[in-house]
């Protein structure tokens, strides 16, 4: 079974940009332009004057605000409102509410000092204001005089924007959102009027847009159970914070025609789910943003645009065509997938600055591709402390992991550490080793396991190994295997199901005394059937391969990957240099059969097919039975001796 290796060419993302290949040549696209779907969706949500809130799922580095800026611009405009009370000064805590075109503030107002100056009032211009008609208004309005309309009189949004607004609601408490009804302490005694109605956030957005983060209501769930009540209602009661003073205004509530926008990931919308049911129902609508850039879906064109508006904005320099390429790789990367592109902003924005800088350095118009990988090489040095320790274990000895000849039931696995507080994982081989023999009960102990060193999907992962030989060895009889997996020099927990490849190889290995080529490192899940399975951190876990192999002067190293990882590889130029060198071999295998044989230099075959590494195995465990039925037959045999025997003398006596 011929596995071919994979070639350099393979080993990392081309796109293709047609004709151009300078940033300059793309056309500029705005955030929401990556999400034409959602433009649709959120266009209707818009236009439905019932519909009052949306559901997003947002992700970190990614400016949710700007993205729901731009689809508004899209959108038809709509006059922005303002919330106007007129204090009834004929009567005690009386306070009306009236809702006002907000561009009309100005005129609204200057009516207001006619009415003080002259006693008259144009009601046809005054209708030119109000957004809807109200006959008692006239009569409010006219009992003002310029001694009390700064405390009877007050709008609570003034003309910021003539059209729809998008206010982002952050850092909120119950007075920042909803408001407060403050008083006034003087001559001894608490006093209150219009002029102390504080508007909340949802006063200003009256008429508009409020975007709210759902972490808001997950330590605060008192503020959204008021918020739904608003959302519900329409309208907002008025409330002090100071619960011990009693105010004797009473204002109307304020009317509230508020579209709300919570974002918010996965896991926030979920709590927020549990502890609301009815979400689902109060939702309008439900929009999904993608971390990612899908380039099955949507032409690379519009990506390089976006990249395009993040340096604009910025005023970054621009990059040249081979920085162009080297940023959508190592997009990719990040992504660990070659049809997928990073829209992490926040991540894009600092790595372009830091090469801005170091382009103005060097006296360059562009940032190309050498530039970022200058930044790339700073950041990593700067954080490569736990690399360097992990070099010196291997150079000194300490940590033992064998690159060359080979050995029976010991195999090199590919492992991606994770630190606690570290920004970056890396790969790192580990030495796994197996013992056993076919002379026991079908069991695989899992040392890991059994010390509480390994999580779920190990133990999930080492189940399915059981699997695998109950179904290539019990037929026509059991498998009657003993055998210990270890991997060595492990002191933290491991989880993932990556190294079942490996470890049902060394298993094998030990069973049919076949030793395993030390410079081959193995990595990839399995199924029960033996099929090879995708895994996660392939860059890392070949980079980190690599970097040993190195170490250990070795020259002649070969990688054993799943083939449905080829999709996901995106490597180092150091990397590719030594598979074009020949120094380095990766081989893409579907199925176990295809390792058994590179690694052990031997055919799989089946249990029934001679000379093969199924069949060794299958025989040894027959020889073994053969032996266990001519020892049972045995001491069969001496029990009905010693009973003859036994039987004999009882007849003499």
């Known amino acids: 079974m011929l596995t071919e290796k994979i070639t350099a060419d393979k080993l990392v993302p081309v796109f293709d940009l047609g004709s151009r290949c300078k940033l300059e040549e793309f056309d500029t696209v705005t955030r929401d332009q990556l999400f034409p779907e959602n433009n649709e969706l959120f266009a ?32 038809p405009n709509k006059r922005a409102k303002s919330i106007c009370y007129v204090e009834d000064v004929t009567k005690v805590g009386r306070a009306h509410a009236f809702e006002i075109w907000r561009d009309q503030t100005g005129l609204f107002k200057q009516l207001i000092e006619q009415i003080i100056a002259t006693g008259e009032i144009a009601e046809d211009q005054l209708n030119l204001c109000l957004i809807k008609p109200y006959p008692h208004l006239v009569p409010l309005l006219r009992n003002l005089n310029e001694f009390n309309v700064e405390q009877a009189f007050k709008v609570l949004a003034d003309e910021q924007s003539p059209t729809t607004s998008l206010i982002n609601a952050t850092n909120l408490d119950v007075t920042t959102l909803f408001g407060n009804l403050d008083t006034l302490y003087k001559n001894s005694s608490y006093t209150s ?74 896991l926030a919308i979920s709590q927020l789910a549990e502890g609301e049911r009815e979400l689902s129902s109060i939702a309008s609508s439900f929009i999904d943003f993608s971390t990612e850039f899908n380039l099955s879906e949507q032409h690379i064109a519009n990506y390089i645009g976006y990249i395009k508006l993040l340096i604009t904005d910025a005023k970054l320099l621009t990059l040249s065509s081979s920085g162009l390429k080297r940023l959508l790789q190592l997009s990719s990367r990040w992504c660990e997938h070659n049809n997928y592109l990073s829209l ?24 190309d591709s050498d530039t970022i990988n200058t930044v790339l090489s700073l950041q990593h040095e700067a954080l490569n402390g736990h690399i360097r320790m992990s070099n010196e274990g291997i150079i000194e000895k300490q940590i033992i992991l064998e690159t060359h000849g080979s050995k029976v039931g010991q195999i090199n696995g590919l492992s991606v550490l994770e630190i606690d507080g570290h920004p970056e994982s890396f790969g790192e081989p580990i030495r ?129 990957i799943p083939a449905a990882n080829i999709i996901n590889l995106n490597l180092s130029d ?65 029990k009905q001796l010693w009973a003859n025997i036994i039987g004999k003398q009882g007849s003499d006596n």
């Open 44 to 75: 209707l949500f818009h236009k439905t004057a019932t519909a009052k809130l949306l559901v997003a799922t947002d992700f970190d580095g990614f400016d949710h605000i700007k993205s729901f800026s731009d689809m508004l611009q899209n959108m």
């Open 193 to 266: 009027s219009v002029a102390q109605l504080i508007p909340g956030l949802l006063h200003q957005a009256h008429g508009g847009y409020i975007v709210i983060k759902i972490d808001e209501f997950i330590s605060n769930s008192a503020l959204w159970y008021q918020l739904k009540s608003v959302i519900k209602q329409g309208s907002l009661n008025w409330q002090s914070s100071n619960k011990t003073v009693q105010t004797e205004l009473k204002p109307d509530p304020a009317p509230i025609d508020v579209k709300v926008i919570l974002v918010g990931d996965r």
């Open 432 to 560: 796994i080793t197996a013992t056993g023999h076919l002379n026991g009960d079908g069991d695989i102990s899992d040392v890991e396991r059994k010390a509480e060193l390994a999580g779920n999907i190990h133990a999930k992962s080492m189940m399915i190994i059981q699997g695998f030989f109950t179904h290539t060895f019990a037929k026509p009889l059991p498998l009657p295997i003993s055998a210990n997996l270890v991997f060595e020099q492990s002191y933290g927990e491991i989880d993932g199901d990556s190294a079942a490849l490996a470890g049902t190889c060394a298993l094998l290995s030990v069973l049919a005394n076949r030793p395993i080529a030390q410079n081959l490192a193995v990595t990839g899940a399995i199924d029960q059937f033996g099929t090879v399975l995708a895994v996660g951190g392939i860059n890392e876990k070949l980079e980190g391969f690599l970097r040993i192999c190195e170490l250990n002067g070795q020259t002649d190293m070969g990688v054993l």
């Open 574 to 638: 150091k990397l590719i240099t030594a598979v074009n060198n020949e120094q380095l071999a990766i081989y893409p295998v579907t199925h176990i059969d295809q390792a058994i044989e590179l690694l052990m230099d031997i055919k799989a075959g089946s249990i029934d097919e001679e000379k093969t590494l199924y069949n060794i195995i299958h025989q040894i465990a027959e020889e073994n039975d053969k032996l266990d039925d001519d020892e049972h037959e045995f001491v069969t045999k001496l």
């Open 344 to 367: 992490n902003e926040a991540k894009l924005l600092t790595l372009l600055s830091y090469c801005h800088q170091i382009a103005l350095t060097n006296q360059l118009d562009h940032i």
